[in-house]
């Protein structure tokens, strides 16, 4: 139990690491692409998906290096498939909980658009996604990444 403990921490901090970066990429370009005249729930979508993809590659080197104890039966070209695929679901995910928070919720809502504006409602959602992702990847790489240990 605290050998997993000490891996979710571990998760925990590249998790941090890479939360950031995701995050101030989701935003940045987000704000550019409103400040061009763009919907905020297609900006944030579209900021999110360069925001994920860059955090994924990051995520792969720390998570592999420092969390998870590699397959010995995985070539590191397989295993990365099969991180990106994993991620490429974790994005899908993201980017569904962004739409239906920003477009269904906040857009259908007089009370939420008079008390938050796009930038904060784009970064609750995001915040939202995070969370939720981070549960979904923490799970499936373990199970499909991390080379199982022998009960002694």
Same mark, same amino acid.
């Given at each position: 139990?605290?050998?997993?403990?000490?891996?979710?921490?571990?998760?925990?901090?590249?998790?941090?690491?890479? &939360?950031? +970066?995701?995050? !101030? *990429?989701? =935003? $940045?370009?987000?704000? #550019?692409?409103?400040?061009?005249?763009?919907?905020?729930?297609?900006?944030?979508?579209?900021?999110?998906?360069?925001?994920?993809?860059?955090?994924?590659?990051?995520?792969?080197?720390?998570?592999?290096?420092?969390?998870?104890?590699?397959?010995?039966?995985?070539?590191?070209?397989?295993?990365?498939?099969? &991180?990106? +695929?994993?991620? !490429? *679901?974790? =994005? $899908?995910?993201?980017? #569904?909980?962004?739409?239906?928070?920003?477009?269904?919720?906040?857009?259908?809502?007089?009370?939420?658009?008079?008390?938050?504006?796009?930038?904060?409602?784009?970064?609750?959602?995001?915040?939202?996604?995070?969370?939720?992702?981070?549960?979904?990847?923490?799970?499936?790489?373990?199970?499909?990444?991390?080379?199982?240990?022998?009960?002694?």
């Amino acid at each position: 139990m605290k050998k997993l403990m000490q891996q979710i921490l571990k998760f925990g901090v590249v998790g941090v690491v890479c &939360f950031a +970066i995701d995050y !101030l *990429i989701t =935003l $940045v370009i987000a704000a #550019l692409l409103r400040g061009g005249g763009m919907s905020t729930g297609r900006a944030a979508l579209i900021g999110a998906f360069f925001g994920f993809t860059i955090s994924v590659i990051i995520n792969y080197f720390l998570s592999m290096k420092y969390v998870f104890v590699r397959r010995e039966d995985m070539d590191r070209k397989r295993e990365f498939m099969v &991180f990106v +695929i994993l991620s !490429l *679901i974790g =994005l $899908v995910l993201n980017e #569904l909980i962004i739409k239906v928070s920003i477009d269904v919720i906040y857009e259908g809502s007089d009370l939420l658009k008079g008390m938050m504006g796009p930038g904060l409602v784009t970064a609750g959602a995001k915040i939202v996604a995070t969370g939720i992702v981070m549960v979904y990847n923490f799970i499936t790489r373990k199970i499909f990444l991390e080379q199982k240990q022998e009960n002694a």
